[in-house]
């Protein structure tokens, strides 16, 4: 079964440090996703990604956040300056429309600003 | 206001009992996803409904637009099916398919 892959699995970095997430969606999936979950909080929706441009993004997407598609295969989401808040586990996502379970996650990073 | 409610929030049952989840949204919805979240914090997918009923193995979704609810069902449940449960909603608004979450029930089977 194809898999999406995040690496790393756990990231711990200083306040005000930039810091990219990196994901390998699956290969033939159209729309890409990156979602947040604090810890004891729900899941909730960054930024989806189609046809390589941001096609939607919450208002937690603020400037200090940025994606991008550079190769074809890796998704990457950078935060420019960490700070305390963003401590949380993100989770990429990607979906093939015709598939019956229609999305497919990877396994998560967990960030730590400290 | 919270678009996706779930309940329980927590759930304690024991090895071989029938478990029954529901979720209740307040938006026009394109899909319903149930997710399970291990543990470990990895979250797969369960089930994508629009409609009807799905079964994958001992476990059954169910969905009832009219009345904006699906269920998730467990038979014969096992410690390892201890998770945490999430329902989520592809809005008919959102064109791009992103999902609004609920806040999951947390799932503990006792051997």
């Known amino acids: 079964e194809p898999e999406v892959t995040q690496t790393p699995s756990h990231q711990v970095t200083q306040m005000g440090q930039e810091v990219i997430l990196r994901c390998v969606p699956i290969?033939?999936?159209?729309?890409f996703y990156w979602y947040r979950q604090i810890l004891g909080q729900k899941v909730e929706f960054l930024v989806s990604?189609?046809?390589?441009?941001?096609?939607?993004k919450s208002e937690i997407f603020d400037d200090q956040f940025s994606v991008e598609r550079p190769d074809g295969s890796n998704f990457t989401l950078k935060i420019r300056s960490t700070k305390l808040e963003d401590s949380a586990m993100y989770f990429c996502?990607?979906?093939?429309?015709?598939?019956?379970?229609?999305?497919?996650f990877g396994s998560g990073t967990r960030l730590t600003v400290v | 206001k919270n678009e996706v409610e779930q309940s329980p929030q927590n759930l304690t049952a024991q090895e071989g009992e029938f478990i029954t989840i529901n979720c209740s949204y307040s938006?026009?919805?394109?899909?319903l996803h149930w997710l399970q979240q291990h543990p470990g914090g990895g979250i797969v997918s369960l089930f994508m409904?629009?409609?009807g009923k799905k079964k994958h193995g001992r476990l059954i979704a169910t969905i009832n637009i009219q009345e904006k609810h699906s269920s998730l069902h467990i038979t014969a449940s096992h410690p390892r099916d201890s998770a945490v449960y999430i329902c989520?909603?592809?809005?008919?608004?959102?064109?791009?398919?992103?999902?609004?979450f609920g806040k999951g029930t947390k799932l503990s089977v006792k051997p």
């Open positions: 409904l629009s409609s």
């Open positions: 290969s033939n999936h159209l729309y």
């Open positions: 996502a990607s979906r093939d429309p015709g598939r019956s379970y229609g999305y497919t």
């Open positions: 989520a909603v592809r809005s008919q608004e959102g064109s791009q398919g992103n999902l609004i």
């Open positions: 990604f189609y046809n390589n441009e941001i096609s939607e």
């Open positions: 938006v026009g919805i394109s899909a």
